[in-house]
C-alpha cells in the first residue's frame, strides 16, 4: 500500500506541474496577443483582432475608400476596418455629432479642416507621430496635432481642355484670363462657336463654402482670419466691399452665360460635371476631387483650371490665384476607443504615409494631392496637376472654406442660391451674410 500511494503522490505532482505550466504558457499567449493588439503591424495572425471605423466625408470616394479599407485589412489580418460616409446633402459635422450622440463615434473622422477644433476635446494627440515631421505644412490647433490631413484640395473654374483649345484656334493658356471681362469674352468665343459656355452648379455646398469664400480669401488688406472677425464684429461693410462686389461682377457674368439659367436650381453635381467631361459644354466651377466623376464619363478627357476673377485689374491677385488648401483631416476618437482601436488607427494612417499601397490609393485611386513630402508619386489626374502647378508656383490664396463654422454652407449656401436664382438681390445678399456671421460666437 505504502509503494501505491507513493506512486499516487508522485503522478498527482506531475499532473500539478504540468496545468501549472500550462496556465503559465497560456498566459504568456495572453498577455503577448494584448501586446499585439497595439503594436502589432499585421504580420502575426495570432494577433487580437480590432475592429475601427472610418467616417469618409468625401463621398465621391466612398468606393475608393471601402477598397483601400479592404486592402489594408488584408495587409493587417487582425484589423477589421468598416467605413462609413456622409452623403452631399450631410456636413461631416452633423454625422460626427450623431454618432457621438448615439454613443458610437467613429474611430477615424474625416472633417473639413474648419470643424477639427470643435472636436478638439475628443481628438488624441498625435503630435508624437513619425508622419508629423513629413508634413509640407504645420498642421496644428493649439501647439498639437490633433489631426491628420488627408488631401490638399483646391477649386476654381474647371475646362474642357479640348473644348478651349478648339476656341481659342490653338493651346489655350488660362492665364489670358486675368480679369472679369476677359472671362465674358471667353464665354462669349465659346457660345460663338456652338457649345454652352457654363453650367453652374446649384449645390449649397459649392455656392457657399467655395464660391461665396473667395470674398474671405481675396481681400487685399487682410487674411482670411481677420477678414472674418470683422464680419462677426459688425465692421465689414459688404455693400461697399470692392471683392465682394467685384466677385458679384463675376457671379453675374457666369449667371448671364449658364446653360441652366432657365431653371438654375435644377442643375445639380452630375450634370455639370457630365456636360463639361463629354464638351457639350466648356466650364463648371468646382475643384480637384470632381475628377472621380469627370472620368466616369470621358476617361480619357483633360481639364484644367481658370481662376475665378473678383476685378477688372489683371494685377490683382486673386484674378491669377486659385483657393489651395488642406482641406479633408482625420482626427482619432479618444473618448470610446480602446487603446487597441487608436493604436489600429494610428496604423492605417502610417499605411497611408509609409506603405505603397496607401499612397498608390491617395494618388492614384482618391486622386487627392498629399500633404506629405515623402509621398513623390506622379500625380493622377489633369486636375490635381494643375492644382499642383498654381500652388507650386505661389498662384494661390487661402481655401477659406477650412475656416467658416459648419452650418455656413447650409446657411450661406441657400442665400447664394437666392442669389442664383434672382429671388434676391446683392443688398439682400450682403445683409444675409452679415447677419449671419454677427450669430457666430
Known amino acids: 500500500m505504502k509503494k501505491l500511494s507513493s506512486l499516487m503522490l508522485v503522478l498527482i505532482l506531475a499532473l500539478v506541474v504540468s496545468a501549472c505550466g500550462g496556465n503559465n504558457a497560456n498566459n504568456a499567449s495572453n498577455a503577448n496577443e494584448g501586446t499585439n493588439a497595439s503594436t502589432n503591424t499585421g504580420s502575426d ?124 484656334g490653338g493651346a489655350f493658356d488660362p492665364a489670358t484670363i486675368n480679369t472679369t471681362s476677359a ?15 457654363l453650367y453652374i452648379g446649384s449645390m449649397d455646398w459649392s455656392l457657399g463654402n467655395h464660391f461665396l469664400a473667395i470674398a474671405y480669401a481675396a481681400q487685399p488688406d487682410t487674411d482670411v482670419k481677420g477678414f472674418l472677425e470683422q464680419l462677426k464684429g459688425g465692421s465689414a461693410d459688404l455693400v461697399n466691399n470692392a471683392t465682394y462686389q467685384g466677385l458679384l461682377d463675376t457671379f453675374d457674368v457666369l449667371k448671364k452665360y449658364n446653360g441652366g439659367k432657365n431653371d438654375p436650381m435644377a442643375v445639380n453635381y452630375e450634370q455639370s460635371t457630365a456636360a463639361v467631361a463629354t464638351g457639350s459644354a466648356a466650364i463648371t466651377f468646382n475643384g480637384n476631387w470632381l475628377i472621380t466623376e469627370l472620368l466616369k464619363s470621358n476617361p480619357e478627357g483633360e481639364y484644367g483650371f481658370i481662376p475665378v476673377p473678383v476685378s477688372n485689374d489683371p494685377a490683382t491677385k486673386a484674378n491669377s ?121
Not at 461631416?92 to 450623431?98: F, G, H, I, L, Q
Not at 450622440?101 to 508624437?128: Q, V
Open 45 to 168: 495572425s495570432d494577433a487580437k483582432e480590432v475592429k475601427i471605423t472610418i467616417l469618409n466625408s468625401k463621398s465621391e470616394i466612398h468606393t475608393q475608400m471601402t477598397n483601400a479599407a479592404e486592402t489594408f485589412s488584408k495587409a493587417h489580418p487582425n484589423i477589421k476596418v468598416e467605413v462609413i460616409s456622409t452623403n452631399q446633402d450631410q456636413s461631416p459635422v452633423e454625422k460626427a455629432s450623431a454618432l457621438y450622440a448615439s454613443g458610437t463615434p467613429a474611430t477615424l473622422a474625416m472633417l473639413d479642416a474648419g470643424d477639427i477644433e470643435k472636436f478638439a476635446d475628443k481628438a488624441l494627440d498625435l503630435s508624437g507621430e513619425k508622419w508629423v515631421a513629413e508634413l509640407a505644412q504645420p498642421n496644428e490647433i493649439n501647439g498639437k496635432t490633433l489631426a491628420f490631413p488627408f488631401a490638399v484640395e483646391g477649386y476654381g473654374l474647371i475646362y474642357n481642355k479640348e473644348v478651349l483649345d478648339e476656341v481659342a
Open 183 to 197: 472671362l465674358e469674352e471667353l464665354l462669349q468665343k465659346i457660345e460663338a462657336a456652338g457649345k454652352t459656355p
Open 321 to 441: 490665384a486659385v483657393a489651395i488648401g488642406a482641406t479633408k483631416q482625420m482626427f482619432i476618437d479618444n473618448e470610446k476607443s480602446t487603446e487597441e482601436q487608436q493604436a489600429a488607427a494610428k496604423q492605417f494612417l502610417n499605411w497611408l504615409v509609409y506603405e505603397d499601397a496607401g499612397q498608390q490609393f491617395l494618388v492614384n485611386e482618391a486622386n487627392v494631392i498629399p500633404a506629405f513630402k515623402n509621398i513623390t508619386l506622379e500625380l493622377n489626374g489633369s486636375l490635381a496637376v494643375a492644382i499642383n502647378e498654381y500652388n507650386l508656383a505661389g498662384n494661390s490664396i487661402e481655401f477659406a472654406g477650412n475656416f467658416v463654422p459648419g452650418d455656413h454652407w447650409k446657411v450661406l449656401g441657400a442665400s447664394m442660391q437666392k442669389y442664383l436664382a434672382d429671388v434676391t438681390d446683392r443688398n439682400g445678399l450682403a445683409a444675409e451674410i452679415e447677419d449671419y456671421w454677427k450669430s457666430v460666437q
